[in-house]
């Protein structure tokens, strides 16, 4: 059965008609990835090297506010132009990106840097999601997921090994420059499929957000990131501006009646915000955690992380391997699966309990979000007429963004008004069971509200 499975796999990602987008689209993802958990290994040895320890948190501000931007201008493009201008656009300003901050001099140039691959990585993210719709059958899009999910296997398994030994033997800049063959070929292997793109159905203007909208998104939640990260009176009032900010912008920038979680399109692009939101509570915390409770060194903290990408990725390969598997049941099951690996996270908190347990929480919380992301992709897809493919992706990555940047913002005020960072396990209890109580409801809700 093995075999025909992967024989099913192959008819779809790699036939004549598919393997060059197939090609492209796994190496985009591949290349996002390495990025991604490279920049967060090296980032200690690149600040310090450019003086800039009182803007460490700023390069990963400047990325989240660009990806927030990006993927909303990204969206309303694909939606005009169909997702060949972002296509082409995406690579070639992540790779201006990387280029400047691998030759950045000083800590502002770093930022700009990073402001330019968070451009181009919010641009593809929109792209490749209206790309899949086009080229790809509802049937085949499980298929298509699963594989963008265990193109993340490689880049965490070895990504941070690999760029921390860059960063200790030739230095730190090529964690950036390294890439930049990647982006080459990913171009090329992108370029024919755009081609024979051809241009999409100009949608309604009512419900396109402009850049007013897109930038006082990007804004609120840089607000929200930077008060999480530094928690004072100043950081309330801020964050709380941040936060305002944020929901008047969500009112043009997500399909009406998402925060009411109306049935239908809505609540699937709100349970994408749900899931994100308790799993980055528990994904934030949880080296923390396993250091400070139960006395785990930076190394073995860091694994359940690694258990996570492992456990995504068998779930979403499994879900490929059955593209008739209902969606709205694989969804509910996700929650289910997340909330259960956050009570085990609330266990782990505690000094009594066994550290090993946190790679137990890990692993069903990675098969929960592994089966339940492409789900909802594919209803956000199914459910989206053409010309709004672009601007419901986009929805749905900002509500991923909007309720990650909540979660750990809420976790960083727990842990300043109940614990500290030398002992965090009150804050982390309290936060993983309301996340849990939350993405339970949320499977209960989701069972409920059907178009």
Same mark, same amino acid.
């Given at each position: 059965m093995t075999r025909a499975l992967g024989d099913a796999r192959a008819k779809v990602l790699w036939t004549k008609e598919h393997r060059g987008t197939t090609a492209g689209l796994l190496l985009i993802v591949t290349l996002l990835a390495f990025e991604y958990l490279g920049v967060a290994t090296a980032m200690p040895t690149m600040v310090a090297d450019l003086d800039g320890g009182a803007l460490y948190s700023w390069p990963f501000t400047a990325f989240l506010v660009a990806s927030v931007a990006a993927t909303v201008l990204s969206g309303r493009v694909c939606d005009r132009r169909g997702p060949a201008p972002? &296509?082409?656009?995406?690579? @070639?300003?992540?790779l201006a990106g990387l280029l400047v901050a691998g030759f950045a001099p000083t800590m502002w140039l770093l930022l700009v840097g990073r402001f330019l691959q968070g451009l181009g990585t919010g641009t593809l993210m929109v792209a490749t999601s209206v790309l899949i719709a086009a080229v790809y059958t509802d049937r085949e899009r499980p298929v298509v997921y699963g $594989?963008?999910?265990a193109a993340w296997v490689l880049p965490a398994v070895v990504g941070p090994f690999?760029?921390?030994?860059?960063?200790?033997?030739?230095? #730190?800049r090529w964690v950036f420059l390294g890439l930049v063959p990647l982006v080459f070929v990913a171009q090329a292997?992108?370029?024919?499929?755009?081609r024979g793109l051809g241009k999409a159905p100009v949608a309604a203007p009512v419900r396109r957000a402009g850049v007013g909208a897109a930038v006082a998104a990007a804004t609120g939640v840089a607000a929200l990131t930077w008060a999480a990260q530094h928690p004072s009176p100043l950081a309330l009032a801020y964050g709380t501006a941040g936060l305002v900010a944020v929901a008047l912008a969500l009112r043009r920038l997500l399909p009406p009646g998402t925060l009411t979680l109306r049935p239908g399109l809505p609540v699937v692009i709100a349970s994408r915000g749900l899931l994100a939101g308790g799993f980055a509570g528990m994904e934030a915390f949880l080296p923390l955690t396993l250091t400070t409770v139960h006395g785990y060194g930076a190394a073995l903290a860091g694994?359940?992380?690694?258990?996570?990408?492992l456990a995504w990725s068998a779930a979403s390969a499994l879900q490929?391997?059955?593209?008739? #598997?209902?969606?709205?049941?694989?969804?509910?099951? /996700?929650?289910? &699966?997340?909330?259960?690996? =956050?009570?085990?996270? $609330? @266990?782990?908190?505690?000094?009594?309990?066994? /550290? #090993?347990l946190a790679f137990a929480a890990a692993a069903v919380a990675g098969g929960g979000m592994g089966i339940a992301l492409p789900s909802i992709s594919v209803l956000v897809l199914r459910r989206s007429p053409v010309a709004e493919r672009g601007f419901n992706t986009s929805a749905m990555q900002l509500a991923d963004w909007v309720c990650s940047a909540l979660a750990i913002g809420f976790g960083g005020v727990l842990l300043a008004a109940l614990a500290s960072t030398g002992g965090p396990g009150p804050a982390? @209890?309290?936060? $993983?069971?309301?996340? $849990?109580?939350?993405?339970? /409801?949320?499977? =209960?809700?989701?069972?409920?509200?059907?178009?």
């Open positions: 972002s &296509l082409v656009a995406g690579p @070639v300003i992540f $594989a963008n999910a690999v760029a921390g030994l860059l960063t200790e033997t030739i230095g #730190w292997l992108l370029l024919p499929v755009v694994l359940p992380l690694t258990v996570v990408a490929g391997r059955y593209p008739d #598997w209902r969606r709205e049941t694989l969804l509910r099951a /996700g929650f289910v &699966l997340v909330a259960a690996g =956050l009570v085990l996270f $609330a @266990v782990v908190a505690q000094p009594w309990s066994p /550290g #090993w982390v @209890v309290v936060l $993983a069971l309301v996340l $849990a109580g939350v993405s339970g /409801g949320a499977a =209960l809700v989701t069972g409920v509200r059907r178009p």
